[in-house]
């Protein structure tokens, strides 16, 4: 086992280097500059593969809310410095016992540790908090860039992000967070609670634990609101009772987990993008946009108020499944006046359920006005994508107007391939058919539970074989299911990085499997093709933006082992995989050290090539250039010299070389 170590994360992103994005962009003029603070570097703990699998690490961003609130003179306002300090006295939020035993192991930063739960899993984490603490109510378009803006900053050191928040504008910002986290490949959950977690009766406790319970065993490529036992998807979910604590809802989609005695994971309903690049924050909003409830006898002056320059947007919620006054002229000469010049108009439906449609007359008039019909978009969701589309400075408004009228993040219900309902979608693999008739399984319960078990490996199987067709079968009848694990946590992806087959990695990308599950072992699909030298799969993985997570002191040793043992295809899968050539072992030697040393000259000028450098100096302060020197590695010395690809000058055996 590798001794415990701290490794620090470098912060990549800095208020001020903020705040010249956010310039360049659009500032609110409400926002409040904000510092982010923890208890020292963010680190990592560099230990075995085996406790590496047993544990994943989730960052918490404290934003403000009603859960860390504290009562002064019966008024809740935010408590700064105190929400870390509550939890830890906290049992099931902190394991005390265990964060003693590893303490020695930690300097200025100390992450809090959740109990091992019942899949012999540890979650670590670290609460980061803003500087000052907001009311949800003050929450600002330049908040979510923000946000956003330093999730991405440490995106590839952490396995999930949890957000804590005050729900009155929760579903907005959950909406936001979904467009502005482009490609986004990790869980992303946004909470907070109706009564303090300090308080002797609250939901903050449950709601708390349960986003970083999901946080730290699933991989749920979206941003999501977890309350009161459930998974809702953000871009679906709004604030439905001021004094429940069920107080969202998502009202045209289920939620996509139910937290019961067992945890139940909606996996066919999990959005997954079909784009295969890598994970980006987009922290451009317009703040030129508005949302216009229609009521009768609204009048011609108010609608026109709204479509005043500088607004580019209009989020205009109507009667029913889409109705407007078709016999008001004057506000249809409106709404297409403001089209004609470039106002981007959505139209959504009041009601709490259901779409809009142009099937009545009275909603086919808005429609030939040049307004967009938003499906079943909630309000938020609709404000927030239409701030997004108008941000794109590159698009036109034709391709804004066709990006609002998609799905691009799960947001909407537009027509697409329907799955067949689960008890009819079994007569489609023989295999299930036959033991659900053995098994006698009647009930959708149990032909659910059937699925979960056996069609995991029935995916694994059929990628080892190269079977698109039976994949693309199981997509057609079940969704996007492909980060379905199998009894050892390993999905299709996996298998087919593992055995190099490159045309069933490129389908199970492109339709959504995601890059970052982790098996058992704490493996992910490009640690296996790491593992066996798939070089064409890591690039293909590396795109879809799979990051290695192996330590640097464990890679620079594998690394010095692969040129030790003249294993080139080894090395070139570390540097593929994303590695700095220039980690060092414990005796900061590089592989350019150990290839310089036994004088492989193939090596040294692959490495040169990939970025080593040769000036770097191990413990005893000697360069790949002395030590090419004093094992009279002519070829490789001229080489590293830089005098020509293997040119030599010829020297007597017993030349002198000085180091």
């Known amino acids: 086992m590798d001794s415990l170590r701290l490794e620090s994360i470098p912060r990549r992103s800095s208020l001020m280097d903020f705040m010249n994005k956010a310039k360049a962009s659009y500032l609110d003029p409400s926002f409040v500059p904000k510092t982010l603070k923890g208890r020292g570097p963010l680190i990592h703990i560099e ?115 949890v957000i804590l928040h005050g729900t009155d504008t929760m579903a907005y910002t959950a909406s936001a967070l979904s467009f502005m986290l482009e490609n986004l490949g990790k869980t992303v959950i946004l909470t907070g609670s109706q009564i303090p977690i300090f308080e002797v009766r609250s939901d903050g406790l449950e709601n708390f634990c349960d986003a970083l319970v999901i946080a730290g065993h699933f991989v749920i490529p979206e941003v999501t609101i977890c309350f009161n036992r459930k998974l809702l998807r953000g871009n679906r979910s709004t604030k439905i009772d001021s004094g429940s604590f069920e107080a969202f809802q998502s009202p045209n989609l289920p939620p996509l987990v139910n937290l019961e005695i067992d945890i139940h994971v909606d996996w066919a309903a999990i ?56 016999v008001r002229t004057d506000l249809l000469k409106l709404f297409k006046e403001a089209t004609d010049r470039g106002v981007l108009l959505v139209n959504i439906t009041q009601c709490y359920r259901g779409a809009v449609s142009a099937s009545y ?123 379905m694990g199998d009894y050892d946590l390993r999905t299709p992806l996996h298998v087919a990085a593992s055995e190099g087959l490159t045309d069933v990695v490129d389908y199970l990308l492109r339709y959504g499997a995601s890059v970052h599950v982790k098996d058992r072992y704490g493996h992910t699909a490009l640690d296996d093709a790491v593992r066996f030298n798939k070089h064409a799969i890591i690039s293909s993985l590396r795109k879809a933006g799979a990051v290695l997570r192996v330590l640097p002191m464990r890679t620079a040793m594998l690394m010095c082992h692969a040129v030790a043992t003249n294993h080139i295809d080894n090395l070139k899968s570390w540097i593929l995989a994303g590695v700095d050539p220039n980690v060092t072992n414990f005796d900061k030697r590089t592989a350019l050290h150990i290839a310089a040393s036994i004088g492989n000259v193939e090596l040294v000028e692959y490495l040169l090539s990939v970025g080593c450098n040769p000036n770097l100096e191990d413990v005893h302060g000697l360069t790949s250039i002395d030590e090419a020197k004093r094992n009279e590695h002519l070829k490789c010395l001229n080489v590293l010299l830089g005098k020509g690809k293997g040119e030599v000058e010829e020297s007597p055996k017993s030349a002198n070389f000085e180091i």
């Open 47 to 161: 230990s075995s593969e085996e406790e590496e699998a047993l544990r994943s690490t989730v960052l918490v961003l404290y934003s403000g809310g009603t859960i860390g609130m504290k009562s002064h003179d019966g008024v809740y306002s935010p408590e700064p410095d105190f929400l870390e300090q509550a939890v830890k006295e906290m049992p099931n939020l902190h394991d005390k016992e265990y964060a003693r035993r590893i303490q020695a192991m930690y300097t200025d930063s100390r992450p809090l540790v959740m109990p091992l739960s019942k899949e012999g899993k540890r979650v670590i984490y670290y609460i980061y908090e803003y500087e000052p603490l907001l009311d949800s109510s003050n929450m600002t378009m330049t908040d979510y860039a923000k946000l956003a803006s330093d999730i991405e900053s440490v995106y590839d050191d952490f396995d999930a992000f």
């Open 271 to 326: 959005y997954r993008s079909k784009e295969v690049a890598k994970f980006k924050a987009c922290l451009e909003m317009s703040p030129h946009v508005a949302l216009l409830r229609l009521f009768p006898s609204i009048t011609a002056e108010a609608v026109k108020s709204f479509l005043q320059p500088p607004m580019l947007g209009l989020v205009i919620e109507s009667y029913g499944a889409g109705n407007g006054p078709d």
């Open 361 to 483: 007359a009275a909603g086919r008039s808005l429609l030939d006005a040049g307004i967009l019909f938003g499906s079943d978009l909630t309000p938020e969701a609709a404000l927030t994508k239409l701030a997004y589309v108008l941000a794109k400075k590159d698009w036109s408004f034709q391709k804004k107007r066709e990006v609002m009228g998609k799905n691009i993040r799960g947001e909407m219900r537009v027509s697409e391939g329907k799955t067949l309902p689960a008890s009819k979608s079994l007569v489609n693999y023989s295999l299930l058919s036959k033991l659900s008739k053995q098994l006698i399984v009647s009930s959708d319960e149990d032909v659910q539970l059937l699925k979960d078990t056996v069609l995991p490996s029935l995916m694994c199987a059929a990628s080892r074989s190269n079977d698109i067709d039976t994949l693309e079968g199981i997509r057609k009848t079940e969704g996007n299911i492909f980060s």
